[in-house]
């Protein structure tokens, strides 16, 4: 016989699953308290990572089903839940998610609800590097300088790859600037 779990997650210690567990129940599923699992982690932690799912994940048998109130409580990376949900499926689990109208991810139209979702969040991470790619390029054509300003000026720069030159130590001049041997090594390596 199938046993039914619930997985509720927040993200921060002041909010509570409790509207999640009242979700479940009007619904219309009874899921005993035992199997219902709640933790606080954020959503953007992988869910396997997660010490309350990796558990639930070891309690799940073949023919068991796992009911969650909305999709992000499985996480907020569509290919994080993509890939749980079909871990879950191999296994035999049939994940439900009620903001879906309760369908499973694992049947047949679960996976194509699936399919639209991953295809959305790849379109918006595609429009979003287009976007910061875009913006990079109008700042470099209005020649801003790009990444993190340097700690040193140009002629401070100058000076510590001639003095390189004349063989002063990494230790030396790192102690000097303040920077790390590997920052002056940089700065050695860089062209005037």
Request: charged share 30%; proline share 1%; glycine share 8%.
């Given at each position: ?6 997985y ?21 599923f009874?899921?005993e ?10 959503g ?14 070891d ?68 429009l ?18 790009l ?46």
């Open positions: 016989m199938a046993r039914t779990f619930a509720c997650r927040v993200s921060t210690a002041d909010q509570s699953t409790d509207n999640q567990v009242r979700e479940i129940e009007a619904a219309g009874t899921v308290p035992k199997r219902v699992v709640t933790e606080t982690v954020s953007s932690t992988a869910a396997m990572e997660r010490v309350g799912f990796a558990k639930l994940v309690r799940l048998e073949d023919g068991d089903v796992l009911l969650v109130t909305k999709l992000d409580r499985l996480g907020r990376n569509a290919m994080d839940v993509r890939a749980t949900v079909d871990r879950l499926a191999s296994e035999g689990v049939r994940v439900h998610c009620l903001a879906l109208g309760g369908v499973d991810l694992t049947s047949p139209a679960g996976k194509m609800t699936m399919g639209v979702i991953n295809a959305v969040a790849e379109f918006e991470r595609d979003l590097i287009e976007r910061t790619q875009s913006g990079l390029a109008r700042a470099k054509a209005e020649g801003k300088q990444g993190r300003k340097q700690s040193l000026s140009n002629a401070q720069q100058h000076d510590i790859r001639i003095r390189r030159a004349l063989g002063v130590s990494l230790g030396v001049l790192a102690k000097e600037f303040g920077m790390s041997r590997s920052s002056i090594q940089r700065i050695e390596q860089r062209a005037d």
